[in-house]
């Protein structure tokens, strides 16, 4: 099928007009006649209960898909074009769902501002260990100067491989020799002063905010510790959209609902 070379094998339109042997804008319009499925997974799959892993990718700035995907059923349910990345377009998602009949026992999430709060009051939540990794090393850098920084830096490596008893334990000792060093002051010009070592304190800061939520995939629902089940369907989305890059709006969704939808029969019971 035309579509499924274009969008699986990520041929070109001018790559398949010369298989084809037909013009370029002749292959466009075989391409826009191909219709996508008027319904969703979630409106497709037999209602169950499950836990859901949420992210959002951005092509651009106000130019995004919100992705809720269950990593039981390895399957991407429900998906949408988003300006912004809000709570309240995460909920939206999960009240269509619950309307239909879908119960979930989890969520994880990458920890956007107010989501973890709001979802926590429907089910526990994961915060992506993965992406709190990510927050400590954009704070400290992969090679810090410090050696405050190096020791947090070697306790947040070890986020993947321990329990919440034993990363608390690490985090309160850290926090106690390190206390008077967090709390030294930089004298400015202008006699005003500031914190010195102001990344080091946010990094601190935010595994404090977000340890509540860091080992919820220890509780007995067992949910991922990562988002990292979206990989797939977010890098075939990067892939696609560099290959067709500057595809119009109509097509460009069509392809997005493709490889989200992925390689199953419309009914999948």
Not at 200 to 219: I, V
Request: glycine share 4%.
């Amino acid at each position: 099928m035309h579509w499924d070379s274009y969008v699986w094998g990520k041929q070109t339109v001018e790559q398949l007009a010369k298989e084809l042997r037909v013009s370029v804008p002749a292959m466009r319009a075989k391409l826009d006649a191909y219709n996508i499925p008027q319904t969703l997974p979630y409106q497709e799959l037999l209602p169950t209960s499950t836990t859901l892993a949420i992210d959002a990718y951005f092509r651009s700035r106000g130019d995004g898909t919100l992705i809720f995907r269950s990593p039981e059923l390895r399957r991407n349910l429900l998906w949408y074009d988003i300006r912004y990345e809000t709570v309240e377009e995460y909920l939206r998602g999960i009240r269509l769902m619950q309307e239909a009949g879908w119960v979930f026992t989890g969520f994880v999430v990458d920890g956007r501002k107010g989501v973890v709060k709001a979802l926590s009051s429907l089910a526990p939540v994961q915060y992506c260990q993965f992406h709190q990794k990510k927050t400590i090393r954009n704070y400290l850098t992969k090679h810090p100067k410090t050696d405050a920084a190096r020791k947090l830096k070697d306790i947040v490596d070890l986020l993947t491989l321990t329990d919440e008893a034993s990363f608390r334990a690490w985090l309160g000792v850290w926090h106690h020799t390190w206390d008077t060093f967090l709390k030294e002051k930089t004298i400015h010009p202008d006699g005003s002063t500031s914190y010195t070592h102001r990344r080091l304190r946010a990094a601190y800061r935010s595994l404090k905010t977000n340890l509540p939520n860091l080992f919820t995939c220890h509780t007995v629902d067992n949910p991922p510790n990562t988002t990292n089940t979206l990989d797939g369907s977010i890098s075939h989305l990067r892939t696609m959209h560099r290959v067709h890059r500057g595809i119009k709006l109509r097509r460009r969704r069509k392809v997005t609902d493709t490889l989200l939808r992925g390689k199953y029969p419309k009914k999948f019971q």
